[in-house]
């Protein structure tokens, strides 16, 4: 029978959580990030390469095309508040 309580821990990267012992209370500390202050990312996932960048030029947002077709995916993804400058990366596919 394995205990994993027992295993040995690999290291964690510099302010991850470190694991406790059963029974041990664990403080947790939420990073704080800057939060954007840019439009939200509209949903290009489904569209022509035209209308992506028709809409995209339209609301003075930067778009990275790649490939061709219709949008499959796109980073960051539709809801996100995008930095000053930010670029949506969208990837087409036929």
Do not use: C, W
């Not at 964690?12 to 202050?37: C, F, M």
């Amino acid at each position: 029978e394995s205990d994993l309580a027992s295993a040995p821990m690999s290291p964690t990267p510099e302010g991850a959580l470190e694991p406790t012992e059963l029974g041990q209370t664990a403080v947790l500390q939420a990073a704080s990030y800057e939060r954007a202050s840019g439009p939200p990312a509209p949903n290009l996932v489904g569209k022509s390469m035209r209308e992506v960048l028709s809409l995209t030029a339209a609301a003075g947002i930067l778009v990275e095309p790649r490939g061709s077709g219709i949008a499959r995916a796109q980073h960051p993804a539709a809801g996100v508040r995008l930095q000053s400058g930010e670029h949506i990366v969208v990837e087409f596919g036929r």
